[in-house]
């Protein structure tokens, strides 16, 4: 079973970057599809970005394309987030997903789950 923990996140202001990672421990990441959710306060979680598990097939949300770019490692186990030119809009909590089904991006297909880290942007 694979274990997820998320890092980098923080305070930034409109305009600048983020990079998040998330590690994976345990077997068989790289058969993992692998995706990023967001959840901002009253709001429900919603899907960001997913990566198939070889790194050939990538999906975004209509509202971070161009702007945000998921990549994965699998000889480190590792999945990354690059958020450019970031918007108060996408102040949320962060979370690292992953899922054994192919082009997932529902969070009902994604049954492991990293416990999520605060990105925050200041107008």
């Known amino acids: 079973q694979v274990q997820l923990v998320e890092s980098g996140g923080g305070l930034v202001q409109a305009g600048g970057s983020l990079r998040l990672s998330c590690a994976a421990s345990?077997?068989?990441?790289?058969?993992?599809?692998m995706g990023w959710f967001r959840q901002a306060p009253g709001k429900e979680r919603e899907f960001v970005a997913a990566i198939s598990w070889s790194g050939d097939t990538t999906n975004y949300a209509d509202s971070v394309k161009g702007r945000f770019t998921i990549s994965r490692d699998n000889a480190k186990s590792t999945v990354n987030l690059q958020m450019n030119s970031l918007k108060s809009e996408d102040t949320a909590v962060y979370y690292c997903?992953?899922?054994?089904?192919?082009?997932?991006?529902?969070?009902?297909?994604?049954?492991?789950w990293g416990q999520g880290t605060q990105v925050t942007v200041s107008a």
């Open positions: 997903a992953a899922s054994r089904a192919v082009a997932a991006m529902r969070s009902y297909e994604y049954n492991l």
């Open positions: 345990g077997r068989y990441f790289s058969l993992y599809t």
